[in-house]
């Protein structure tokens, strides 16, 4: 049975008039001569409603309302902080439903995935609620009878993060958890296909009571006169961003002029190894939750899958028949498991990969077109391709779409060639029963993130991020709170 649903009338039941503003100083303000764009919904092309478009001057008086709260940020004990975090999370999750919506509406994920989004996202707030709380310092002994030597923490400063459409509130969380915990205060632009789950999450932190000021948001069309700005301020002493490897290397120059700290989530090109000797339904199933989740819009996702050629045929006919009952439509429908891309140029891409891969000699096992009459949005079906190789593009650039490429390998040495032959090293995947193979493989791939038979490794408490041109520093775990402090060294004659 099929579901009717009328993407308007959710827009109206969860959106409706709702007046969004840029968050400046704790209120909320429209840009400089009510200048406004629209945001659109993927699935449909239709506009849910407007938000300010907010350029260089906006942005400075968000530094300066982020550079007043400081101090009294900074100075709240940690146990507060940690207090109001988990205030903020735990509103989150009371509005799971309508977060979850308004995600959907705005980005395409099927609703289900939202979800699980916004529990994701919450997740951050706690984790870093209880780092905020751990914030130690530590004693050196020193090499002289009068002197005593101590390494504090404190917070780096003003920080600017930049966030992605693609998972539109839990990569904010990821950044601003440990911004507030470790006592920064933040200015935060989302993307601009995805401001609104940012805005909703701005009223959430208002709610739980953090200061005027030690969050703002800018929402704008053009990133351009945001990172300019930020990058000319000498207030902002932070910047986290993740997106696109050429966008993350354009900001490594922009920061070198004022020289600030910067971490960057990028682009990957995640290989997903199944060896002869792995569960072979764990596989499948894993390459199905690994490439397909948010229509294969992540950075971790698999981007070439190989199989080894003794499990090669049976690997190929089962993952093809479970991708195509894969239902694709508008993600508020709640058997639907893939929404729409993003936009028009995302498809382009997909179907650039696709091509490219047909005519060097791939061969189409389900999909391999545009998907139609699931509204106006840019559909693709989910496709598999079999006896890919490495030279093709959708196994030497990322695709950031619904397509599986197979490529079929004999040994362990060369298959780990493969797979660390690529500029990027965010996410690798091995499905082995061999506990040699899962030590061997494991420290031979050349990525931040393994995931040994776990398809979704991805959770608060373990470091998010990649080796090579995938980024610099980590998100999440024990480590994701140093990106947000300085360590100062006391030095104290006595
Ligand atoms: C991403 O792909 O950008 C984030 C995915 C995750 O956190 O698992």
């Not at 053009?222 to 966008?247: L, M, Y």
Request: net charge negative; proline share 6%; hydrophobic share 45%.
């Amino acid at each position: 049975m099929s579901v009717i649903i009328d993407p308007g009338a959710v827009a109206a039941a969860v959106i409706g008039d709702a007046e969004y503003g840029l968050l400046i100083g704790g209120e909320w303000l429209p840009a400089a001569g009510g200048v406004r764009f629209a945001v659109e919904n993927p699935a449909t092309g239709e506009t849910l409603t407007e938000v300010p478009d907010g350029g260089a001057a906006e942005t400075r008086a968000a530094v300066a309302a982020a550079a007043a709260a400081l101090p009294g940020w900074a100075a709240t004990p940690a146990p507060a902080r940690a207090a109001l975090l988990r205030r903020a999370a735990a509103l989150m999750l009371e509005r799971q439903e309508r977060l979850a919506t308004i995600m959907t509406l705005e980005q395409g994920k099927p609703l289900a995935e939202a979800r699980g989004e916004i529990a994701y996202a919450a997740s951050f707030l706690t984790w870093f609620a209880s780092e905020a709380e751990r914030i130690y310092g530590s004693t050196i002994p020193a090499s002289v009878a009068n002197k005593r030597l101590m390494v504090l923490r404190q917070p780096v400063g003003v920080a600017a993060l930049i966030t992605p459409w693609n998972f539109p509130a839990a990569m904010i969380t990821r950044k601003l958890g440990p911004a507030l915990a470790a006592g920064c205060t933040a200015i935060i632009k989302p993307a601009e296909q995805t401001p609104l789950s940012a805005l909703e999450l701005g009223r959430i932190f208002g709610e739980a009571g953090l200061p005027a000021g030690a969050l703002n948001i800018i929402t704008c069309r053009d990133p351009r006169p945001f990172s300019e700005a930020i990058f000319a301020d000498e207030r902002v002493r932070k910047v986290s961003f993740t997106g696109s490897t050429e966008v993350g290397k354009l900001l490594i120059r922009q920061s070198a002029e004022t020289v600030k700290r910067i971490s960057l989530e990028l682009g990957g090109n995640a290989p997903f190894i199944v060896f002869d000797d792995a569960d072979l339904d764990a596989a499948v199933q894993g390459a199905i939750a690994s490439k397909f989740r948010n229509a294969g819009q992540t950075c971790v996702c698999a981007n070439r899958i190989f199989v080894q050629r003794g499990v090669y045929e049976q690997f190929a006919t089962a993952f093809a028949a479970r991708v195509g009952a894969m239902r694709v439509g508008n993600g508020l429908n709640p058997e639907v498991t893939i929404g729409p891309l993003i936009d028009e140029a995302a498809r382009v891409k997909v179907e650039r990969h696709v091509s490219d891969a047909l005519a060097s000699g791939a061969s189409l096992l389900v999909g391999g077109r545009p998907f139609e009459g699931a509204g106006d949005g840019a559909f693709w079906t989910p496709t598999v391709l079999a006896n890919a190789s490495s030279e093709m593009l959708v196994a030497r650039e990322e695709t950031f779409g619904p397509v599986a490429p197979l490529i079929p390998f004999d040994t362990e040495e060369e298959v780990l060639h493969h797979a660390n032959a690529t500029p990027f090293g965010l996410a690798a995947y091995v499905f082995t029963r061999e506990v040699g193979r899962v030590w061997r493989v494991a420290e031979g791939l050349e990525y931040g993130i393994v995931g040994v038979n776990d398809p979704l490794p991805s959770v608060a408490q373990a470091p998010f991020g990649g080796y090579k041109q995938s980024g610099l520093g980590r998100e999440g775990g024990a480590s994701g709170i140093n990106e947000y402090l300085e360590e100062k060294f006391v030095s104290l004659a006595l």
